[in-house]
């Protein structure tokens, strides 16, 4: 048995149910115009250091590539 109009209706509108309207959104980003953020330390794991050192790492072998292949000319 196919699904009735408003039964079909029920269920294409099922995702639409917990969603904010625009104006609910706009008044609490209206009430967030005042508020300081904070922001929150984060803890150095090294990672971005061993990342940036492996990246000048690959642009010098790169370079030591190019110069060599010129040399060879």
Do not use: H
């Not at 609490?28 to 990246?55: C, H, K, N, S």
């Amino acid at each position: 048995m196919p699904p009735s109009g408003s039964w079909k209706q029920m269920l294409e509108g099922v995702g639409f149910a917990q969603r904010p309207r625009r104006y609910e959104v706009g008044q609490a980003l209206t009430r967030m115009q005042g508020i300081q953020m904070e922001e929150i330390p984060v803890e150095d794991d090294g990672f971005e250091e061993a990342a940036r050192l492996e990246e000048e790492r690959k642009k010098k072998a790169l370079a030591d590539l190019w110069a060599n292949r010129r040399k060879k000319r």
